[in-house]
């Protein structure tokens, strides 16, 4: 019989480097998730990202984030894909780490996003689940070249694309709650990776590549 994870091998993914996990977000992390946005990622003041979704009321969050994913699940293909990752330290889910793509196998390019909860920040968390999640890319995935953008801002996000090895690639004006904000732009390649400390321990490789468009190896 056909399984969810047969048929999304992303759901399957699991990537391990010592106290970090990553693995594919399945229906029964939606609602703890949610549960971890709602006790919050920002400052009240401050908004990181450029759809404010944080902003929705508290009993709004379970069903937005639910049809987030769903939906970024439902637009999978190999000509554009999003690989959303549980984040979990030390057993304990903190956040979410992303890559996404358009045209992969041409531009062999992917973008990262991600967001941890704010109990979660300032030790280091943040920091290893993108060089991890740049590891894999770049060593599994066929990567050659891994794009992030932050407001001018966020000064944390930018922190740790330095921490990472990312390079300015430019900047943009974009309007953001209405008003102009400035998003700078980064780039990063294998070379410049600073990798993170621990192996990384993968299940579900060869069926994720075949998801996207690559040999299983």
């Known amino acids: 019989m056909t399984t969810a994870t047969m048929a999304l091998p992303l759901l399957g993914l699991r990537i391990t480097a ?71 330290w030390e057993g304990e889910l903190a956040g979410t780490q992303g890559m996404e793509a358009l045209d992969y196998l041409v531009t062999r390019t992917a973008e990262t996003g991600s967001w941890l909860g704010r109990r979660f920040q300032g030790r280091g968390i943040g920091t290893a689940m993108r060089q991890v999640v740049c590891a894999f890319a770049f060593d599994h995935l066929d990567a050659e070249y891994m794009t992030s953008a932050a407001f001018s801002d966020n000064p944390a996000s930018l922190a740790v694309s330095k921490k990472v090895g990312y390079t300015d690639s430019g900047w943009q004006r974009m309007a953001r709650l209405g008003k102009p904000a400035t998003q700078r732009r980064l780039v990063l390649t294998a070379d410049s990776l600073v990798r993170h400390g621990h192996e990384l321990t993968i299940e579900g490789l060869p069926e994720f590549r075949q998801s996207i468009g690559l040999a299983a190896d």
């Open 18 to 88: 010592g106290p970090l996990e990553l693995r594919g977000i399945t229906d029964d992390l939606l609602g703890p998730l949610a549960d971890l946005a709602i006790e919050g990622i920002h400052a009240p003041d401050a908004m990181p990202f450029f759809m404010p979704w944080t902003l929705a009321p508290a009993e709004e969050l379970p069903r937005n984030t639910a049809q987030f994913y769903w939906g970024r699940r439902a637009a999978f293909s190999v000509a554009a894909w999003a690989a959303d990752l549980a984040v979990f």
